[in-house]
């Protein structure tokens, strides 16, 4: 069943990887940049995604990596990006396993309890919702903002391709 997970969380990743790599072409002016109803600015918006990140896959794993206990906020895309694909990684275990969808969970120092499935679908959402805050960012600076839907994702990783429409 987790196996059916997979292509959902790969595609999370490439997503924030995207948008890493589009960044990458930023201003600093740029970076600190932000929208009315976003996050923050773009950096404190890709922080947050990728610290959120690590945070679920570490209330239903256990294991939470180094820089997320820490609390290490970084400004260096090149770093953001290696905790991506840590987080990427630390996904693909956690999904090789079983996990039970209903396991209770208690988070936020004991005063939330919800369970597995519900945190798998709040990671799914909330890198979602962030990075297209980012996208809005970038549009508004003129900038083209990558296109991160699972379509392209697909075309991107070899899952889909186009079939010709001549017989």
């Not at 997979?6 to 930023?26: G, P, V, Y």
């Not at 201003?27 to 950096?43: K, M, R, V, Y």
């Not at 799914?124 to 379509?151: M, Y």
Request: hydrophobic share 35%; glycine share 6%; net charge negative.
């Amino acid at each position: 069943m987790n196996e059916l997970l997979l292509d959902a969380f790969r595609h999370n990743s490439w997503a924030t990887k995207e948008l890493l790599a589009t960044c990458r072409n930023l201003t600093p002016e740029q970076l600190h940049s932000e929208a009315n109803g976003s996050f923050g600015d773009i950096l404190d918006t890709l922080n947050h995604i990728i610290v959120s990140d690590a945070r679920y896959q570490g209330h239903i794993s256990g294991y939470y990596p180094e820089w997320l206990t820490t609390r290490k906020i970084s400004n260096d895309l090149d770093e953001l990006y290696a905790r991506t694909e840590q987080n990427e990684q630390l996904w693909e275990k956690l999904l090789s396993q079983p996990i039970d969808p209903n396991r209770e969970l208690i988070l936020d120092n004991g005063t939330y309890r919800t369970y597995a499935g519900i945190v798998i679908a709040q990671a799914l959402h909330h890198g979602t919702l962030h990075r297209e805050q980012v996208c809005a960012i970038l549009t508004h600076l003129g900038i083209k903002a990558p296109d991160l839907q699972a379509w392209t994702f697909a075309d991107a990783s070899g899952r889909g391709v186009m079939i010709s429409s001549e017989k």
